[in-house]
């Protein structure tokens, strides 16, 4: 049906029929538009959630525990819906709102250039009504005067009449024509609308769909016997649990020495073997004392005790994985180091074969260093070796005294070794290897002044076998170094052993360490091998 023919008399309610449509589509676009800030409030809402439960770690802080990892994984994915609802809010406003409101304003636009289209054919046909009704008047006054008025009359009524059908029939009904292809067009829209709506939020839910399935499967990954075991792993300590105190009959043989005012209480076991003319092992108090305490703390509150170097305050178990953690770190820093000299050699071959491309003497300052590095890398990878093979050995020897106990065999009285452990073999004493210092200043920070000492005494002088030159200055700050000077020097008096070190006497007679990757050696023939 055509509004042109059938609502050739509605004018005023077609204008506010069309002025109504206009203000539908524009609350639907404030609908639109609240429901964007939603969506957006929402997702910001979700990103702060998981930015609150979900906090910065360092590497070696990262989550072991499943149910962490699932956790974390959890708001991982929500952080992901988060981005898809603000993907929701960003194509609402995009291919609703906007168009919505650009279409609005060509709606008011075309609507007013229509209506006042509409306007003026309607002042124009009443003025010529107008017209017409004033020529009627004068044919009424001049009907027996003048056939002039006549003829005008007649030829505005003609007038009239053909003006008339042309508004009714050909203006009036193209104007309304317009305005409902606008109106439809209108409808059309709001459709198309309507299903970008739908299609925006369909768009987004195979992803939302995968978010959910990821939430899913993280709560299905916790695992309940992988995370006991890494607590078990976290924090087992290799001890062995406490054996029975055995009971000390204190109401016989009571003596008090006058010297300390301490009570003996000889196990009588070994006061049998001294009534028999035997010597019973002497058990150290201090020993006993600290083995106790050792033992009783895993009954109870266990004692703080200060970070160290070698990481002896921590159970054995613990101590061997740091110090072979660190071990595996202090490797991937020299083979860096290495890596780098090698990139250097190369880059100082090819300058000096082309010495247009660059000075090779430049670099020499950077092969140093990285020599340097090198040592000192090496120094603390053979300190750390020394302290995993003590605490390897103890516990090596802790398994054989088990051993040795579940077959019966006697266990002779543990002595305390010189760095505060206890040992069964006497002989590992005067077997201890001894710890050359390293050159690097971040060494033991506190080195044993008589550690070379014992190097030295001997009456006779070491021969020599070979001599030196130093390539670099080295400043010998520990004790049983030796300061040298670039291009001094010195006589070779023992070989490195593997350690880096190699022993050294300066023409004053002065003996020491030096590192050897710090002088150039040239060994007698006579004396390599030796």
Not at 8 to 27: M, V, Y
Request: proline share 5%; aromatic share 8%; glycine share 6%.
């Amino acid at each position: 049906m055509s509004w042109g023919t059938e609502l050739w008399d509605q004018f005023d309610n077609l204008d506010k029929h069309t002025q109504w449509g206009i203000d539908f589509l524009e609350r639907y676009a404030k609908f639109v538009k609240e429901r964007l800030d939603i969506e957006q409030n929402y997702a910001k809402q979700l990103r702060n959630l998981v930015k609150k439960y979900c906090p910065k770690r360092s590497k070696d802080e990262e989550p072991k525990f499943t149910s962490c990892v699932s956790f974390y994984s959890i708001l991982n994915e929500l952080n992901d819906y988060a981005g898809q609802r603000e993907v929701v809010a960003e194509e609402m406003t995009h291919k609703v709102y906007g168009e919505l409101m650009r279409y609005s304003q060509d709606l008011k636009a075309e609507r007013k250039h229509h209506l006042q289209e509409g306007r003026k054919a309607q002042q124009y046909l009443d003025q010529c009504w107008k017209q017409m009704d004033n020529a009627k008047a004068q044919f009424y006054l001049r009907t027996h005067t003048a056939d002039e008025s006549k003829n005008e009359y007649a030829a505005q009524l003609q007038n009239f009449n053909g003006e008339q059908w042309k508004h009714f029939n050909n203006a009036i009904p193209h104007i309304f024509k317009n305005l409902q292809d606008m109106d439809e067009r209108r409808t059309v829209k709001l459709g198309e609308t309507y299903r970008s709506f739908a299609e925006v939020e369909r768009r987004v839910i195979p992803i939302v769909s995968k978010c959910l399935d990821g939430m899913v499967s993280a709560a299905k990954a916790v695992n309940e016997r992988k995370d006991s075991a890494i607590v078990v792993e976290s924090f087992k300590s290799g001890f062995e649990p406490p054996g029975d105190f055995p009971f000390e009959d204190f109401s016989q043989n009571l003596s008090r020495t006058g010297s300390d005012g301490t009570i003996s209480n000889t196990p009588k076991g070994d006061r049998d073997k001294e009534k028999d003319g035997g010597s019973a092992p002497r058990s150290d108090p201090k020993h006993a004392v600290s083995r106790s305490k050792n033992k009783l703390w895993l009954f109870g509150k266990k004692p703080k005790a200060p970070s160290l170097e070698d990481y002896s305050h921590l159970p054995p178990e613990q101590r061997r994985k740091r110090l072979q953690q660190r071990i595996d770190e202090l490797n991937k820093e020299l083979q860096k180091e290495m890596d780098q000299r090698d990139a250097l050699n190369k880059m100082k071959d090819v300058y000096e074969k082309n010495p247009q491309m660059g000075d090779p003497s430049s670099l020499q300052p950077k092969i140093s260093e990285t020599i340097c590095n090198m040592e000192k890398l090496r120094s603390e990878i053979h300190k750390n070796e020394t302290w995993l093979s003590e605490v390897e050995g103890k516990q090596s020897s802790r398994g054989d005294r088990r051993h040795s106990a579940d077959n019966h065999h006697h266990t002779p009285q543990g002595r305390e070794s010189p760095e505060g452990s206890y040992t069964d073999d006497t002989s590992q004493e005067h077997h201890t290897p001894r710890q050359r210092p390293s050159p690097s200043k971040t060494g033991p920070q506190n080195p044993d002044p008589h550690e070379f000492d014992d190097e030295f005494d001997d009456d006779d002088p070491l021969p020599v076998i070979g001599h030196c030159k130093a390539l670099y200055s080295f400043d010998g700050q520990n004790e049983g170094t030796l300061v040298i000077a670039e291009d001094e020097v010195l006589y070779i008096i023992e070989e490195d052993k593997g350690d880096g070190w190699t022993r050294a006497r300066k023409q004053s007679g002065e003996e020491g360490y030096v590192p050897t990757s710090y002088v150039d050696i040239t060994l007698e023939k006579n004396s390599k091998g030796s």
